[in-house]
């Protein structure tokens, strides 16, 4: 079962801006910190930046100043990343993340895992 939809990507010109959004599974009743990651061509996947339930956030010097992270008020498991000021270098598959997170089944029980990952979007820049 998919978890996390990431929405939002696309192709953007060098300096341009775009929104990510991360929804989670209604299953989903808690998490931890949620976050993005990315992965280019060639190179391992890579932290872009993370919010904690409560609203602490780190952010790869990379992107510190043009990205910025933040829950929805009223849907606490729906992130989004704000992209601005985007570079080349920022071309990759983005995904989104949740760390200890815990779900309501179908029956009724609960289930607890340490992580889940979305399918992911791509996100072009073009120079």
């Known amino acids: 079962q998919v978890l996390l939809v990431e929405s939002g990507g696309g192709l953007v010109q060098a300096g341009g801006s775009l929104r990510l959004t991360c929804s989670a599974s209604e299953s989903i009743i808690r998490t931890d910190a949620m976050g993005w990651y990315r992965q280019a061509p060639g190179k391992q996947r890579e932290l872009v930046a993370t919010?904690?339930?409560?609203?602490?956030?780190?952010y790869a010097d990379s992107v510190k100043g043009r990205f910025t992270i933040n829950r929805d008020s009223d849907k606490k498991n729906m992130v989004y990343l704000q992209m601005n000021s985007r570079k080349p270098e920022d071309t990759a598959v983005y995904y989104c993340?949740?760390?200890?997170?815990?779900?309501?089944?179908?029956?009724?029980?609960?289930?607890?895992?340490?992580?889940?990952w979305g399918q992911g979007t791509q996100v072009t820049v073009s120079s």
């Open positions: 993340h949740a760390n200890q997170v815990l779900r309501i089944l179908q029956d009724g029980n609960y289930e607890a895992s340490a992580e889940a």
């Open positions: 919010i904690t339930s409560g609203g602490s956030t780190n």
